[in-house]
């Protein structure tokens, strides 16, 4: 136990922006990690303040004993998501695993701390969660003192079923890729079918459940909160621990969790070895035959070798890949599917007139496939090869210019199989559809230019997990941050003045803005590239 704790607290300070904030003598780099504090901060406060806010609405329509399922089932869902996305990141094939394994430890330590690892840098978003929902359940219920005590320690050990199935979901596809030739991309495959199929499902058990008779958009969502908690197991022990003080349901909550635990890990402790010997091998073609090599332009070979770096990594690919996969996906059902009977299935059947949506059309389109960038995180991936990057007889906004061109590659075609189905779903006009389009294309190179800036002026090559970069670090939360401001708002602003002005007139309007801050962008990248850059 003493030895799973030290390789915990060991892993915990090599990754510590906290450390390096102490010790760092670089001002420079310590703004750019407060800076990054400040953003996760801020997107804390955010995430706090809406679940509050949902608990107050449940609590003014009288439906406040909703909120303890409602928390459960919202930190289940996350926690599964979010695990399923970052679990072959941790897991399997890491930088440090040949030190780790060479350590006097059992394969399954090493995996359940790891596991540990993740549970714990993910902490901080599901106790947002679940404070903010316990301060508003319990201004509205005033509950005894005691339920307080019991939230919180049952808050902590609600994310843990559901990430433990992710895991032996990610142990299970993992196993199955390796063997495979291309094991990232069969597993990647897997891992964004099950990803897809959790959507799909909400939509589903929405429909087994819903009842024509309920006219209230939230007495719908709470009619099916209850519903979904009888379903599933854990919130409903944790309803009942909070609603009824059930002792049964907390302790079968806590004594499954710790059983689940200790099986799931012995059971990836059998294989783990084995697995990551194959994820790391490389297999080689029997039947290679050397053919004359064509030349390619610079940017080109460099947007190639960003794809290469991409279908070579789960993480990555499942995480900038996914909501490509999603618009794809909407733009095809569409094809299908009236544009009015999306907008119910979205708003749980609220009275709302789609054609009001029409002018934030490109907007949400680009919610899908503008939230992650490829440019605000490839500088960092590059890691300790940052050297021969900076050694190649190329100027560096080449190298840029090729990291956006290949972001471009991905959105552009995505984004436009997605505008024309609903466009098409929508019997939106030939000329919308076309400035819809152009659009759709700045906001692409709006989202290009402005990872990149990010990017490059937050790089940060000295990490051990690449989950660090993709999901966690200061490049990706700067960008996420501006950029979901500033879509809310132009969506809503787009639907605001949609109602008041021509469209055409709108579109061109947006037109200019994006060209306008595309531009501002990438004369930015390029001062910034002409400084020497070392993170």
């Not at 004359?292 to 993480?315: C, D, H, N, P, Y």
């Not at 098409?424 to 989202?447: E, K, N, P, Q, W």
């Not at 990438?522 to 993170?535: F, G, I, N, S």
Request: proline share 3%; aromatic share 14%; charged share 15%.
């Amino acid at each position: 136990m003493m030895h799973n704790l030290i390789l915990l607290r060991t892993l915990l300070l090599s990754t510590s922006q906290r450390n390096q904030l102490k010790y760092c003598t670089d001002k420079k780099k310590k703004s750019r990690i407060i800076g990054n504090y400040i953003g996760i901060i801020v997107l804390f406060f955010m995430l706090m303040a809406y679940c509050f806010f949902m608990c107050i609405g449940y609590g003014m329509y009288q439906m406040i004993d909703a909120v303890p399922g409602l928390c459960a089932l919202t930190i289940s869902l996350l926690s599964f998501v979010f695990t399923i996305i970052k679990v072959n990141g941790y897991l399997f094939q890491f930088k440090e695993y040949d030190m780790l394994m060479a350590l006097p430890l059992k394969e399954k330590t090493i995996a359940a701390c790891k596991f540990a690892y993740m549970y714990i840098k993910s902490l901080p978003w599901y106790a947002s969660i679940a404070l903010s929902m316990m301060v508003g359940y319990g201004y509205f219920a005033k509950p005894a003192f005691y339920i307080y005590p019991i939230w919180v320690m049952l808050a902590l050990v609600l994310p843990l079923i559901p990430m433990l199935v992710a895991t032996f979901f990610g142990f299970l596809f993992a196993k199955i890729s390796s063997g495979f030739r291309k094991r990232n991309l069969v597993q990647t495959i897997l891992i964004m079918l099950l990803v897809l199929f959790c959507f799909g499902l909400r939509f589903f058990i929405d429909n087994m459940i819903r009842n024509d008779a309920v006219e209230s958009t939230l007495q719908d969502t709470y009619y099916m909160t209850a519903k979904t908690v009888e379903l599933y197991l854990p919130a409903k022990w944790f309803e009942k621990a909070i609603l009824q003080t059930d002792l049964v349901s907390l302790t079968l909550l806590l004594v499954i969790s710790v059983c689940l635990f200790a099986i799931v890990f012995a059971i990836i402790g059998s294989s783990y070895r084995n697995i990551n010997s194959a994820l790391k091998s490389h297999a080689a073609a029997r039947k290679y035959r050397m053919t004359g090599q064509k030349s390619k332009k610079v940017v080109w070979t460099i947007a190639f070798k960003e794809l290469k770096r991409m279908t070579g990594s789960t993480t990555y690919l499942v995480n900038a890949g996914l909501g490509y996969v999603l618009i794809i996906l909407l733009g095809v059902i569409a094809l299908f599917v009236r544009f009015d009977e999306i907008i119910a299935l979205l708003t749980n059947g609220a009275p709302f007139d789609p054609k009001v949506v029409y002018p934030s059309i490109p907007f949400i389109i680009y919610f899908f496939i503008g939230m992650v960038s490829t440019t605000a995180c490839s500088p960092s991936l590059e890691g300790k090869n940052y050297w021969i990057v900076q050694s190649l007889p190329i100027e560096k906004k080449t190298l840029y210019q090729g990291k956006m061109l290949f972001q471009l590659c991905l959105s552009v075609p995505s984004m436009a199989i997605g505008t024309l189905g609903i466009c098409i779903s929508a019997r939106i006009g030939i000329v919308d559809t076309i400035c819809y389009l152009l659009i759709g294309c700045l906001l692409c190179l709006f989202s290009a230019t402005w990872g990149c800036v990010c990017g490059v002026k937050h790089m940060r090559l000295d990490w051990e997990n690449e989950v660090e970069v993709i999901k966690q670090g200061a490049a990706v939360s700067v960008y996420l941050l501006v950029n979901m401001f500033l879509t809310m708002a132009v969506a809503a602003l787009a639907i605001f003045i949609g109602m008041q002005m021509d469209h055409l007139l709108l579109n061109l309007i947006w037109m200019g803005v994006y060209a306008l801050l595309s531009g501002l962008c990438y004369l930015r990248v390029r001062v910034l590239t002409q400084r020497p850059k070392m993170a």
